[in-house]
């Protein structure tokens, strides 16, 4: 019967840890219900990292098949969304990768910066305010060029995925304190350059 919509209504009221768990166990169900509460969110983190939206469904796609195969591997089963998030960070690098054959990060900022400016569109009809707003982006655009690869990638995840730096860390295979330490100096050299926008 979990196929009603009345049943499909309770599931969506679980909480994670025990879908995830039911999930683990073989309940198709459960994992069905845990896809509905966090597609949206892996869709918009795959579609901001990889701008496009065909590509987004795709990552969601992989992720999701990556994780029905592991989540008897997953330790922490309150943890679901982190996890299924962070799986769509490495599967949206991946199909990055793929896509250029050799990922130019310089793409994946394009692509984060271009999602910003369109939700940040000036709204102000003033031609000298929407060119000041498109020159401040343009300097930013040119200021994470100027950062070290390790560096940019870590501020992308941050600043644009809103990733933790424990998510970061296992996103990139690198511990938190090595996250902090690129930020802190990606933060700096930004600061720096676009001291002039202040």
Not at 63 to 69: C, I, M, P, R, S
Not at 169 to 178: G, V
Request: charged share 30%.
């Amino acid at each position: 019967m979990t196929g009603s919509p009345s049943a499909q209504h309770q599931l969506d009221l679980v909480p994670d840890a025990l879908l995830a768990g039911r999930a683990a166990d073989g309940d198709t169900a459960a994992f069905e219900a845990l896809a509905r509460r966090h597609g949206p969110l892996m869709r918009a983190t795959a579609r901001r990292l990889t701008g496009s939206l065909a590509d987004a469904d795709d990552v969601v796609q992989e992720t999701l098949v990556q994780a029905w195969k592991q989540l008897e591997n997953l330790r922490d089963p309150a943890a679901v969304k982190g996890w299924l998030l962070r799986i769509v960070g490495s599967r949206s690098i991946d199909h990055l990768r793929k896509r250029r054959h050799h990922l130019g990060l310089d793409d994946l900022e394009n692509r984060a910066e271009n999602h910003v400016e369109e939700h940040s569109k000036p709204q102000s009809t003033d031609p000298e305010h929407n060119a000041v707003n498109t020159s401040r982006v343009e300097a930013l655009k040119a200021a994470l060029a100027l950062l070290p690869e390790e560096q940019r990638r870590c501020w992308v995840l941050k600043e644009f995925n809103d990733q933790s730096y424990e998510e970061i860390a296992l996103t990139l295979n690198i511990s938190p304190a090595s996250v902090r330490g690129r930020l802190a100096r990606a933060r700096i050299t930004l600061a720096r350059t676009m001291e002039e926008w202040r």
